[in-house]
């Protein structure tokens, strides 16, 4: 099986705004060729509610119910849909210099790029992994994670979050069902079209150890 041929790099906790922006040091010194491509985790200290870049907040959040039990609304710097990281969530990153077999603006390419080893790794352990466009991976039609991707400065970056035991309930009360949604989708709500990891027998330790034996 190939890999993406990754460094990884581990990273203290944080909050998940310093997070967000260490991500966007560490894409930078990428790209400028001072660091290798790699791969991190977010260990995080907090909970917050994420935003897409180009994301209106009153059209994905639940606004008064993130104000009522304290839980900040941020925005990152990459594309993809709104998330509500907490306990329960592994998010990632893989950052690399755009060059073959990426191509610069060829965003789709690049996620299918990216997710080939681990759409093995998964196949691996009796699992179909799929991608559906534009940036959710699942397993028998059911969400497992959703990713997000940036282009900049001969750097590329993608980043996700995968649903290991997500507070469905939490969720449901934070993220409001958006109004465009990927066709496998269809009118499912969240808590019937996400896919808990740890029901597939996934803990944080084992998805992380065959994301890193896959990607480096």
Not at 80 to 97: A, K, M, S
Request: overall charge negative; aromatic content about 10%.
């Amino acid at each position: 099986m190939a890999t993406l041929g990754l460094k990884y790099l581990d990273t203290p906790s944080l909050a998940i705004s310093d997070q967000i922006a260490l991500d966007r040091e560490l894409m930078s010194e990428v790209g400028r060729g001072e660091r290798s491509p790699l791969l991190r985790f977010y260990n995080f200290t907090d909970e917050a509610i994420v935003l897409g870049l180009s994301q209106e907040e009153e059209k994905y959040v639940q606004i008064s119910h993130a104000q009522e039990d304290d839980v900040p609304i941020l925005r990152r710097f990459s594309g993809g849909g709104t998330v509500f990281i907490h306990p329960g969530c592994l998010v990632y990153t893989i950052i690399t210099t755009i060059t073959p077999p990426f191509k610069r603006f060829d965003v789709m390419g690049a996620y299918r790029t990216a997710f080939a080893p681990i759409i093995d790794a998964f196949q691996n352990q009796g699992l179909k992994l799929e991608f559906h466009e534009p940036c959710d991976l699942a397993i028998q039609n059911k969400k497992i994670a959703g990713n997000a991707q940036s282009q900049k400065n001969g750097a590329i970056l993608i980043h996700g979050s995968f649903l290991i035991a997500p507070d469905l309930q939490r969720i449901n009360r934070y993220l409001k069902e958006p109004d465009v949604r990927p066709d496998y989708r269809a009118q499912r709500p969240h808590e019937d079209f996400l896919q808990p990891l740890s029901a597939l027998g996934f803990t944080e330790q084992i998805l992380k150890t065959l994301l890193i034996n896959a990607w480096c």
